[in-house]
């Protein structure tokens, strides 16, 4: 992954409210390589992240659009989705 | 034929289906599903409802979901449409239609595309109630979770 390309981050929801915005660009710190671990990272950005992802095991995670797990690798991605568990139909 | 759109503006049940037929003389039974929206949720009133979406990813999910069914059943056409936006007690929201040669499976893929769409399609309602100020987030129930695990 080439640490220096920044990543599409896209919130929804109350997810969105919560953090107040519903996207953004990062660069990744190279330790940054899992879903796990930019949860994590975006917790320690600030408050808002950590009130957002406060029960984080029940967010859910799409990259490149596709739902994924949280042990989900960042490789080859350009567009990190998270929102809560969906109310279609 | 697999149609899926995404789209804001209502839909007609009897074009689609028409649509979906085509010229075909061959299929032998079409299950449409509609869902609508209710005016009451939990003895609260609805004012409205807005349904928030993921539009790139909506209408990819939604092939997926719909490749799936035509995978899983003996099917000759589905059709899924998805609103997002406001919408208001009675309005429809999402239209399944499942053509087959025979009912078994038209029933089936019906349900199955149903149930995957309520876990997996990346849509939030909002509802927003008369006898309240607060607007708030429906939460997915952990039933239509189970109801997608009796198929896999």
Same mark, same amino acid.
């Given at each position: 992954?080439?640490?220096?390309?920044?990543?599409?981050?896209?919130?929804?929801?109350?997810?969105?409210? $919560?953090?107040?915005?519903? !996207?953004?660009?990062?660069?990744?710190?190279?330790?940054?390589?899992?879903?796990?671990?930019?949860?994590?990272?975006?917790?320690?950005?600030?408050? $808002?992240?950590?009130?957002?992802?406060?029960?984080?095991?029940?967010?859910?995670?799409?990259?490149?659009?596709?739902?994924?797990?949280?042990?989900?690798?960042?490789?080859?991605?350009?567009?990190?989705?998270?929102?809560?568990?969906?109310?279609?139909? | 034929?697999?149609?899926?759109?995404?789209?804001?503006?209502?839909?007609?049940?009897?074009?689609?289906?028409?649509?979906?037929?085509?010229?075909?003389?061959?299929?032998?039974?079409?299950?449409?599903?509609?869902?609508?929206?209710?005016?009451?949720?939990?003895?609260?009133?609805?004012?409205?409802?807005?349904? !928030?979406?993921?539009?790139?990813?909506? !209408?990819?999910?939604?092939?997926?979901?719909?490749?799936?069914?035509?995978?899983?059943?003996?099917?000759?056409?589905?059709?899924?449409?998805?609103?997002?936006?406001?919408?208001?007690?009675?309005?429809?929201?999402?239209?399944?239609?499942?053509?087959?040669?025979?009912?078994?499976?038209?029933?089936?893929?019906?349900?199955?595309?149903?149930?995957?769409?309520?876990? $997996?399609?990346?849509?939030?309602?909002?509802?927003?109630?008369?006898?309240?100020?607060?607007? !708030?987030?429906?939460?997915?129930?952990?039933?239509?979770?189970?109801?997608? $695990?009796?198929?896999?």
């Amino acid at each position: 992954m080439n640490q220096n390309t920044p990543i599409r981050l896209k919130y929804f929801a109350w997810l969105r409210e $919560n953090i107040g915005k519903a !996207e953004e660009s990062h660069v990744l710190p190279q330790s940054v390589d899992s879903v796990d671990t930019l949860i994590s990272w975006l917790i320690e950005q600030d408050a $808002n992240y950590a009130q957002a992802f406060e029960n984080r095991e029940t967010i859910k995670v799409a990259i490149n659009q596709k739902h994924v797990e949280h042990n989900a690798l960042l490789e080859g991605a350009y567009e990190i989705a998270f929102f809560p568990p969906m109310t279609g139909g | 034929m697999v149609v899926v759109r995404v789209q804001e503006q209502e839909f007609d049940i009897a074009k689609e289906q028409i649509n979906l037929v085509g010229s075909r003389k061959d299929i032998g039974a079409i299950v449409a599903f509609t869902g609508l929206v209710r005016d009451i949720t939990e003895g609260r009133k609805l004012s409205k409802m807005v349904l !928030e979406h993921y539009p790139e990813m909506a !209408e990819s999910e939604l092939g997926r979901l719909e490749s799936e069914a035509n995978k899983r059943f003996d099917l000759q056409g589905t059709t899924i449409i998805h609103r997002y936006g406001e919408l208001f007690p009675g309005d429809l929201i999402v239209l399944v239609l499942a053509a087959s040669q025979h009912r078994q499976d038209a029933f089936s893929a019906a349900d199955f595309m149903m149930d995957y769409l309520k876990s $997996n399609a990346p849509f939030w309602k909002k509802e927003y109630y008369t006898d309240k100020n607060e607007p !708030e987030w429906v939460n997915a129930k952990t039933s239509d979770d189970e109801r997608l $695990n009796r198929w896999f």
